[in-house]
């Protein structure tokens, strides 16, 4: 009987043996799977990321081609950027796109960007356009950005 006992004791731990091998060879798959998940994820934000720019530019250059190169307060900070080269220079003018201390994103629009930081909006929308207006003949003098600032 003690026999009996012994053998099925010695039966019980090699099947429990056993299971652990298989278990920590299932644990291992799962890990792989989990690193090849995490890397398709990065993949696909890199992708969506790519998308969102070639998007951007393709809607850019579809304006371009209609001859509706303007700015809209409703326009992306990205893509003001992508419109004419020089948008860079005249949100740094208004203490947009740049400041260490400010948080406007790409992703912000110029409405959005105006209200948060106290721009007055016209006179932002009025220097950006006069941007596109000096590239297509129109006036090429400076952007006065002297009443920039909200009063609050």
Not at 145 to 152: F, T, W, Y
Request: proline fraction near 2%; include cysteine.
């Amino acid at each position: 009987m003690t026999t009996v006992a012994l053998l099925v004791a010695v039966g019980a731990v090699l099947v429990a043996y056993l299971a652990s091998r298989r278990a920590a060879a299932v644990e291992q798959r799962l890990t792989d799977v989990h690193h090849q998940l995490l890397d398709l994820r990065t993949q696909l934000k890199e992708a969506e990321g790519r998308w969102h720019e070639e998007l951007a530019g393709l809607r850019m250059e579809m304006r371009q081609r209609a001859g509706e190169l303007s700015f809209s307060p409703q326009m992306t900070i990205a893509e003001a950027l992508q419109v004419h080269p020089k948008v860079g220079e005249v949100l740094a003018s208004f203490h947009l796109n740049g400041c260490s201390h400010c948080a406007v994103s790409d992703v912000d629009t110029l409405e959005g960007a105006c209200q948060t930081y106290g721009i007055d909006q016209k006179a932002l929308m009025a220097a950006l356009n006069r941007l596109v207006d000096a590239r297509s003949g129109g006036s090429t003098g400076p952007i006065n950005v002297a009443d920039r600032k909200l009063e609050i």
